[in-house]
């Protein structure tokens, strides 16, 4: 059997990946584990954005999953990994059911709309004082693993390969070519027999569970929700700038760049104090006028040889 | 075989009647011809058949099944497969992808299955660069393309909207030759919208005449060229000359 040198890069990065903790101080293991929270938003937003649809619902789901996962620990005592990924059955179950309502929007009005709804959560969640905390939030008696940074950095690679392996599957398989169809031309989609409004669901549906796990990953590792920070609109921002900047409609694009701009975002915090926000703003207003495709369209043509990558500039014979 | 049925079938916009009771019905083999001048609603009924508008009133049948409100995607699986009059190619995707969407999402093929029947399909029809984009394919290569997407749905009515516009004398004789062939070979039935009275007098068995969202004449072609309301029609009517 011939081992194609992409399987055997792909095997050594995920070996290296693993072993990462044995020669990486608890800063960059913590950084880490913040690019990873961050590449599976990047990731869910982008399968999304195959059909056409921009979502601005990510940190509304994203919390929901952190309260989920949290409340699940307090009140009835389930262990850390199971509320996790409860929390992010949670997460798809109220996102199915809202997607039944606002998968009939298209465009701008779905994605006012999913921001508004993502909204809707914090707010209710801040007024709900009995319950889930109000505004003060819940704290959990314990991290995951009682902070063990080896099994809680496993984990969260687990859950990052989880989501690559994902997204790889939404781009091999027939699920590509239904998403593309209806982002291309709807009209022509249902014609050639693609039932649009359940794909959208089953898509709209899993990347939601997606930010919930995200979200409850990112709650048991500091132990605690609050209202402002688990809905926080940098879960929103930060992605979509990742995945932009790796290269949207792919795989590979949202986890270059949640890399890159997650490594970046770290030294820009120590370097210039609340001053990051304004140089992630410029990045994405340079990757969208010289770089449209990302980071991976412009590798895809160097190594390639291709002259485009995407539907940017397709020459015509 | 399939058989399609429309009866009485009215479809207004607001205060425009743009189908006006239509009774048409169709199948086998047979290649019929739907001429009017614009606006008659010509492509309106293709829509209210393929289900991107819904009627007003009246039924559509096919193979018996009421179809009248079900969603097109549905519709394409019970067997209606139609072209669009403005190229509506699907352009992130590549030719042979386009057109294996057809053999997968209404035939619940693999993707591998698909793949050998999209290009089995793509040689039958001499379009042979199946593996490009399609912003890369010429006019003529792109309308087979839209046609083959249709095929791959099986349909059993295949509904052409002007698939000859924008074409030249010599690629017009091919695509004639190629919808020939292949209502003689799917054993499909052909609806085709058309201005080109040639391509018309050329394949349809049966011409129907519209105008104003209405029948006007339904027969073979000779018969409705002969026919003083649908020359009145096209020409204007002798009172008015």
């Given amino acids: 059997m011939k081992i194609s040198p992409k399987i055997v890069i792909f095997l050594i990065i995920i070996l290296l990946s693993i072993a990462f903790p044995f020669f990486a101080g608890p800063y960059q293991q913590s950084i880490a584990k913040n690019v990873i929270i961050y590449m599976i938003l990047a990731l869910s937003w982008n399968m999304l954005l195959k059909t056409g649809q921009i979502s601005f619902g990510l940190a509304g789901f994203f919390g929901i999953g952190a309260y989920a996962s949290v409340l699940l620990s307090l009140k009835l005592g389930i262990p850390p990994i199971l509320t996790i990924v409860l929390g992010g059955i949670v997460t798809s179950l109220v996102a199915s059911a809202m997607g039944m309502i606002i998968l009939r929007l298209r465009a701008m009005y779905f994605a006012i709309t999913t921001l508004a709804l993502g909204e809707i959560f914090r707010v209710i969640i801040h007024n709900v004082p009995n319950f889930a905390g109000g505004a003060h939030g819940l704290i959990l008696p314990g991290v995951i693993f009682d902070g063990n940074g080896l099994y809680t950095y496993w984990l969260f690679l687990g859950a990052a390969l989880f989501s690559i392996g994902l997204s790889y599957y939404f781009d091999k398989s027939k699920i590509h070519l239904a998403l593309t169809a209806i982002r291309d031309n709807e009209t022509t989609a249902k014609v050639r027999g693609i039932d649009i409004f359940k794909y959208l669901l089953i898509v709209f549906t899993i990347t939601a569970g997606m930010q919930g796990i995200a979200g409850g990953l990112y709650a048991q590792s500091f132990g605690f929700v609050t209202p402002e920070s688990s809905f926080s609109g940098d879960f929103i921002l930060l992605p979509i700038a990742m995945a932009l900047l790796g290269g949207i409609y792919t795989t590979a694009g949202p986890v270059v760049g949640a890399i890159v701009l997650g490594v970046i975002s770290e030294y820009l915090k120590l370097y210039i104090p609340y001053g990051h926000l304004i140089v992630y703003g410029l990045i994405i207003v340079i990757v969208i006028l010289f770089m449209p495709n990302g980071i991976i369209g412009a590798l895809y043509v160097k190594i390639d040889g291709r002259k485009t990558f995407g539907k940017v500039d397709q020459p015509n014979e | ?241």
Wanted: charged share 25%; aromatic share 4%.
């Fill in chain 2, 1 to 241: 075989m399939s058989k399609l049925e429309i009866r009485n079938l009215t479809k207004k916009f607001a205060g425009l009647v743009a189908v006006n009771n239509v009774d048409l019905s169709f199948g086998g083999d047979e290649i019929i011809g739907i001429i009017g001048p614009n606006g008659a609603g010509k492509t309106t009924l293709i829509n209210l058949v393929s289900g991107i508008f819904y009627p007003s009133s009246g039924q559509i049948l096919i193979d018996g099944t009421d179809i009248t409100t079900m969603p097109a995607h549905k519709r394409t699986r019970l067997g209606v497969g139609r072209t669009f009059q403005l190229i509506h190619p699907l352009e992130d995707l590549t030719t042979i992808e386009n057109i294996m969407i057809g053999f997968i999402f209404s035939q619940d093929l693999s993707m591998k299955i698909a793949k050998e029947k999209a290009e089995m399909l793509c040689r039958s029809l001499d379009l042979d660069r199946w593996d490009r984009s399609v912003s890369q394919l010429n006019i003529l290569e792109i309308k087979k393309m839209e046609i083959a997407q249709a095929l791959a749905t099986n349909p059993g009515v295949l509904l052409l909207d002007e698939v000859m516009a924008g074409l030249n004398s010599d690629e017009l004789k091919e695509l004639i030759g190629l919808i020939k062939k292949v209502a003689k070979e799917k054993k499909v039935a052909i609806g085709i919208v058309e201005h080109v009275m040639g391509v018309i007098k050329e394949l349809a068995d049966r011409v129907v005449v519209l105008e104003n969202g209405a029948i006007l004449a339904d027969g073979s072609f000779q018969e409705v060229m002969k026919n003083p309301d649908v020359i009145a029609a096209y020409l204007g009517g002798g009172n008015y000359a």
